[in-house]
Protein backbone atom coordinates (compact mmCIF):
# COMPACT_ATOMS: atom_id res chain seq x y z
CA UNK A 1 0.00 0.00 0.00
CA UNK A 2 1.05 3.39 -0.98
CA UNK A 3 0.19 6.19 1.45
CA UNK A 4 -0.67 9.74 -0.05
CA UNK A 5 0.80 12.73 1.61
CA UNK A 6 -1.61 15.06 2.24
CA UNK A 7 -1.36 18.92 2.18
CA UNK A 8 -0.22 20.78 4.62
CA UNK A 9 -3.15 22.73 6.64
CA UNK A 10 -2.96 26.30 6.90
CA UNK A 11 -4.05 29.70 6.74
CA UNK A 12 -4.81 30.58 2.87
CA UNK A 13 -3.11 33.45 1.62
CA UNK A 14 -5.83 35.99 0.55
CA UNK A 15 -4.41 37.80 -2.51
CA UNK A 16 -6.76 40.89 -1.86
CA UNK A 17 -6.02 41.05 1.58
CA UNK A 18 -2.54 40.96 1.16
CA UNK A 19 -2.15 43.53 -1.27
CA UNK A 20 -4.55 46.01 1.08
CA UNK A 21 -2.56 45.67 3.54
CA UNK A 22 1.12 45.79 1.83
CA UNK A 23 -0.88 48.92 0.05
CA UNK A 24 -1.59 50.32 3.77
CA UNK A 25 1.90 49.63 4.83
CA UNK A 26 3.58 51.53 2.41
CA UNK A 27 1.21 54.22 2.38
CA UNK A 28 2.18 54.73 6.28
CA UNK A 29 6.09 54.59 5.36
CA UNK A 30 5.50 57.16 3.21
CA UNK A 31 4.02 59.20 5.53
CA UNK A 32 6.66 58.93 8.59
CA UNK A 33 9.45 59.16 6.45
CA UNK A 34 8.42 62.26 4.79
CA UNK A 35 7.38 63.65 8.06
CA UNK A 36 10.85 62.74 9.43
CA UNK A 37 12.96 63.77 6.11
CA UNK A 38 10.67 67.42 7.13
CA UNK A 39 11.74 67.23 10.71
CA UNK A 40 15.35 66.45 9.69
CA UNK A 41 15.14 69.70 6.99
CA UNK A 42 13.87 71.76 9.70
CA UNK A 43 16.58 70.90 11.98
CA UNK A 44 19.27 71.68 9.84
CA UNK A 45 17.67 74.79 8.31
CA UNK A 46 17.50 76.09 11.93
CA UNK A 47 21.08 75.11 12.61
CA UNK A 48 22.73 76.17 9.57
CA UNK A 49 20.64 80.03 9.88
CA UNK A 50 22.40 79.90 13.58
CA UNK A 51 25.83 79.20 12.35
CA UNK A 52 26.18 81.04 9.29
CA UNK A 53 24.69 84.21 11.42
CA UNK A 54 27.32 83.37 14.54
CA UNK A 55 30.20 82.38 11.86
CA UNK A 56 29.21 86.16 9.97
CA UNK A 57 29.22 88.37 12.92
CA UNK A 58 32.09 86.52 14.54
CA UNK A 59 34.68 86.57 11.99
CA UNK A 60 33.83 89.76 11.13
CA UNK A 61 34.16 91.21 14.89
CA UNK A 62 37.16 88.86 15.14
CA UNK A 63 40.54 90.50 15.27
CA UNK A 64 44.36 90.64 17.33
CA UNK A 65 42.58 92.52 19.85
CA UNK A 66 40.10 90.74 20.65
CA UNK A 67 43.17 88.20 22.15
CA UNK A 68 45.22 90.41 23.48
CA UNK A 69 43.64 93.58 25.38
CA UNK A 70 41.60 93.31 28.26
CA UNK A 71 37.60 94.62 27.97
CA UNK A 72 37.79 98.37 28.14
CA UNK A 73 34.96 100.70 28.56
CA UNK A 74 32.63 101.58 25.56
CA UNK A 75 34.41 103.49 22.54
CA UNK A 76 38.15 101.82 23.42
CA UNK A 77 39.62 99.32 21.81
CA UNK A 78 39.44 96.37 24.12
CA UNK A 79 39.51 92.75 23.89
CA UNK A 80 38.57 89.61 25.49
CA UNK A 81 42.09 88.70 26.83
CA UNK A 82 41.04 88.57 30.77
CA UNK A 83 37.97 86.93 29.90
CA UNK A 84 39.55 83.90 28.58
CA UNK A 85 42.14 83.72 30.61
CA UNK A 86 39.40 83.91 33.22
CA UNK A 87 37.71 80.94 32.20
CA UNK A 88 40.59 78.80 30.52
CA UNK A 89 41.76 78.81 35.04
CA UNK A 90 38.19 77.86 36.18
CA UNK A 91 37.32 75.01 33.71
CA UNK A 92 41.03 73.76 33.75
CA UNK A 93 40.51 73.58 37.82
CA UNK A 94 37.18 72.52 37.71
CA UNK A 95 38.33 69.73 35.35
CA UNK A 96 41.17 69.05 37.43
CA UNK A 97 38.97 68.32 41.13
CA UNK A 98 36.01 66.44 39.07
CA UNK A 99 37.69 64.30 37.01
CA UNK A 100 39.53 62.09 39.87
CA UNK A 101 36.32 62.19 41.68
CA UNK A 102 34.53 61.06 38.92
CA UNK A 103 36.97 58.31 37.51
CA UNK A 104 36.85 56.85 41.37
CA UNK A 105 33.29 57.07 41.63
CA UNK A 106 32.61 55.31 38.46
CA UNK A 107 34.89 52.70 39.30
CA UNK A 108 33.32 51.93 42.42
CA UNK A 109 30.10 51.81 40.75
CA UNK A 110 31.23 49.36 38.19
CA UNK A 111 33.80 47.33 39.96
CA UNK A 112 32.52 47.06 43.61
CA UNK A 113 28.60 47.95 44.19
CA UNK A 114 28.01 45.50 41.36
CA UNK A 115 23.93 45.05 42.93
CA UNK A 116 24.48 47.01 45.89
CA UNK A 117 21.82 49.25 47.30
CA UNK A 118 24.16 51.97 47.85
CA UNK A 119 25.59 51.63 44.80
CA UNK A 120 21.98 52.08 43.05
CA UNK A 121 21.53 55.16 45.59
CA UNK A 122 24.77 56.66 44.48
CA UNK A 123 24.25 55.92 40.56
CA UNK A 124 20.71 57.58 40.89
CA UNK A 125 21.84 60.36 42.86
CA UNK A 126 24.85 60.60 39.65
CA UNK A 127 21.70 60.80 37.24
CA UNK A 128 19.82 63.52 38.71
CA UNK A 129 22.95 65.59 38.50
CA UNK A 130 23.46 64.58 35.20
CA UNK A 131 20.12 66.09 34.40
CA UNK A 132 19.62 68.49 36.93
CA UNK A 133 20.14 72.52 36.00
CA UNK A 134 22.98 74.29 35.92
CA UNK A 135 21.20 77.16 37.47
CA UNK A 136 20.29 75.06 40.40
CA UNK A 137 23.81 74.24 40.75
CA UNK A 138 25.09 77.78 40.90
CA UNK A 139 22.39 78.50 43.82
CA UNK A 140 23.54 75.16 45.63
CA UNK A 141 27.02 76.38 45.39
CA UNK A 142 25.78 80.47 46.34
CA UNK A 143 24.65 79.19 49.38
CA UNK A 144 27.42 77.11 50.01
CA UNK A 145 30.14 79.09 49.35
CA UNK A 146 29.55 82.67 48.40
CA UNK A 147 27.17 83.63 51.39
CA UNK A 148 29.39 82.11 54.32
CA UNK A 149 32.23 83.52 52.82
CA UNK A 150 31.01 86.93 52.14
CA UNK A 151 31.63 87.29 48.52
CA UNK A 152 31.67 85.80 45.05
CA UNK A 153 35.13 84.31 44.12
CA UNK A 154 36.95 82.15 41.16
CA UNK A 155 37.12 79.01 43.87
CA UNK A 156 33.34 78.83 44.11
CA UNK A 157 33.00 78.95 40.06
CA UNK A 158 35.22 76.21 39.98
CA UNK A 159 33.09 74.61 42.22
CA UNK A 160 30.14 74.98 40.22
CA UNK A 161 31.73 73.70 37.58
CA UNK A 162 33.21 70.49 38.90
CA UNK A 163 29.65 69.80 40.31
CA UNK A 164 28.58 69.83 36.81
CA UNK A 165 31.28 67.90 35.45
CA UNK A 166 31.63 64.90 38.20
CA UNK A 167 28.34 62.68 37.09
CA UNK A 168 29.69 63.17 33.33
CA UNK A 169 32.81 61.43 33.88
CA UNK A 170 31.20 58.96 36.44
CA UNK A 171 28.72 57.68 33.70
CA UNK A 172 30.97 57.59 31.01
CA UNK A 173 33.68 55.80 33.29
CA UNK A 174 31.02 53.17 34.36
CA UNK A 175 30.15 52.06 30.95
CA UNK A 176 33.49 51.77 29.53
CA UNK A 177 34.36 49.93 32.50
CA UNK A 178 31.28 47.64 32.18
CA UNK A 179 32.29 46.76 28.40
CA UNK A 180 35.52 45.54 29.48
CA UNK A 181 35.18 41.55 29.73
CA UNK A 182 34.90 39.72 32.98
CA UNK A 183 36.89 36.86 31.36
CA UNK A 184 39.95 39.67 31.24
CA UNK A 185 39.33 40.34 34.82
CA UNK A 186 39.08 36.85 35.95
CA UNK A 187 42.01 35.96 33.85
CA UNK A 188 44.11 38.73 36.29
CA UNK A 189 42.85 37.54 39.50
CA UNK A 190 43.77 33.70 38.54
CA UNK A 191 47.54 35.27 37.90
CA UNK A 192 47.24 36.45 41.35
CA UNK A 193 47.26 40.12 41.40
CA UNK A 194 45.07 41.96 43.74
CA UNK A 195 41.98 43.68 42.42
CA UNK A 196 43.09 47.30 42.79
CA UNK A 197 45.69 46.70 40.63
CA UNK A 198 43.50 43.95 38.05
CA UNK A 199 41.69 47.82 37.93
CA UNK A 200 44.44 50.11 37.94
CA UNK A 201 46.79 48.11 35.55
CA UNK A 202 44.13 46.33 33.15
CA UNK A 203 40.61 48.15 33.36
CA UNK A 204 41.76 51.69 33.24
CA UNK A 205 44.03 51.04 30.39
CA UNK A 206 41.70 49.32 28.40
CA UNK A 207 39.03 51.92 28.94
CA UNK A 208 41.31 54.82 28.95
CA UNK A 209 40.19 56.16 25.65
CA UNK A 210 37.17 56.09 26.57
CA UNK A 211 36.86 58.05 29.42
CA UNK A 212 38.97 60.88 28.05
CA UNK A 213 35.92 60.92 25.79
CA UNK A 214 34.02 61.61 28.68
CA UNK A 215 36.52 63.80 30.29
CA UNK A 216 36.73 65.96 26.54
CA UNK A 217 32.61 66.10 26.43
CA UNK A 218 32.55 67.32 30.44
CA UNK A 219 34.60 69.99 29.38
CA UNK A 220 32.55 70.96 26.44
CA UNK A 221 29.58 71.19 28.66
CA UNK A 222 31.27 73.05 30.86
CA UNK A 223 33.13 75.39 28.81
CA UNK A 224 29.85 77.57 27.65
CA UNK A 225 28.19 77.29 31.04
CA UNK A 226 26.60 80.98 32.69
CA UNK A 227 24.31 80.51 34.87
CA UNK A 228 26.13 78.77 37.76
CA UNK A 229 28.74 81.82 37.06
CA UNK A 230 26.69 84.21 37.93
CA UNK A 231 26.20 83.02 40.85
CA UNK A 232 29.52 81.96 41.94
CA UNK A 233 32.63 84.04 40.40
CA UNK A 234 30.17 86.91 38.92
CA UNK A 235 32.48 87.98 35.93
CA UNK A 236 34.97 90.69 36.19
CA UNK A 237 36.25 93.64 33.23
CA UNK A 238 39.45 94.01 34.71
CA UNK A 239 42.74 91.55 34.33
CA UNK A 240 42.47 89.27 37.62
CA UNK A 241 43.73 86.16 38.05
CA UNK A 242 43.37 85.94 41.90
CA UNK A 243 40.72 82.64 42.39
CA UNK A 244 39.25 84.23 46.21
CA UNK A 245 38.11 87.12 43.85
CA UNK A 246 35.25 87.70 41.26
CA UNK A 247 36.82 86.40 38.33
CA UNK A 248 36.05 87.18 34.42
CA UNK A 249 34.96 84.45 32.46
CA UNK A 250 33.80 84.73 28.36
CA UNK A 251 29.92 82.87 29.06
CA UNK A 252 29.68 85.87 31.72
CA UNK A 253 31.32 88.37 29.49
CA UNK A 254 28.84 87.52 26.47
CA UNK A 255 25.79 87.77 28.64
CA UNK A 256 26.60 91.16 29.77
CA UNK A 257 28.12 92.60 26.61
CA UNK A 258 25.23 91.07 24.03
CA UNK A 259 22.72 93.25 25.93
CA UNK A 260 24.23 96.42 25.78
CA UNK A 261 23.29 99.28 23.86
CA UNK A 262 26.92 99.96 22.82
CA UNK A 263 27.72 98.19 19.11
CA UNK A 264 31.30 97.63 20.26
CA UNK A 265 30.56 95.37 22.96
CA UNK A 266 27.80 93.40 21.04
CA UNK A 267 30.68 92.91 18.35
CA UNK A 268 33.12 91.20 21.57
CA UNK A 269 30.05 89.14 22.27
CA UNK A 270 30.06 87.76 19.15
CA UNK A 271 33.17 87.34 18.80
CA UNK A 272 33.40 85.27 22.03
CA UNK A 273 30.79 83.33 21.25
CA UNK A 274 32.68 82.12 18.14
CA UNK A 275 35.23 81.77 20.16
CA UNK A 276 33.57 79.04 22.42
CA UNK A 277 31.74 77.48 19.58
CA UNK A 278 35.13 76.77 17.84
CA UNK A 279 36.20 75.66 21.14
CA UNK A 280 33.31 72.93 21.99
CA UNK A 281 33.36 71.99 18.15
CA UNK A 282 37.22 71.02 18.69
CA UNK A 283 36.65 69.66 22.17
CA UNK A 284 33.87 67.32 20.21
CA UNK A 285 35.67 65.88 17.42
CA UNK A 286 38.52 65.17 19.30
CA UNK A 287 35.90 63.12 21.68
CA UNK A 288 34.73 61.22 18.50
CA UNK A 289 37.97 60.92 17.12
CA UNK A 290 39.06 59.13 19.96
CA UNK A 291 36.15 56.80 20.59
CA UNK A 292 36.50 55.82 17.05
CA UNK A 293 40.44 54.61 17.37
CA UNK A 294 38.92 52.79 20.50
CA UNK A 295 36.54 50.73 17.86
Known amino acids: MSATASPALGPVKDPKVAARLGSRRKRVDVVIRTLSLAATGIGLVFLASILVTLFAKGFGAMNLSVLTEVTRPPGSEGGLL ?17 TPIG ?10 ARGSRFGDVVRFVSDILLSAPSILIGLF ?14 WAGVAAL ?15 LRLIPNTLREAVIGLG ?24 LGIARIAGETAPLLFTSLGNNAWSTDLSAPMPSLPITIYSYAGSPFQDWIELAWAGA ?10 NIGARTLLRSRK
Do not use: H
Open 82 to 98: NAIVGSLIQVALATLIG
Open 141 to 154: VYQLLVLPFGGFSG
Open 103 to 112: MLVGTYLAEY
Open 193 to 216: APKWKMVVMVCWRSAISGIITGVL
Open 162 to 176: AIIIIPIVVRTTEDM
Open 274 to 283: LLITLAVLLL
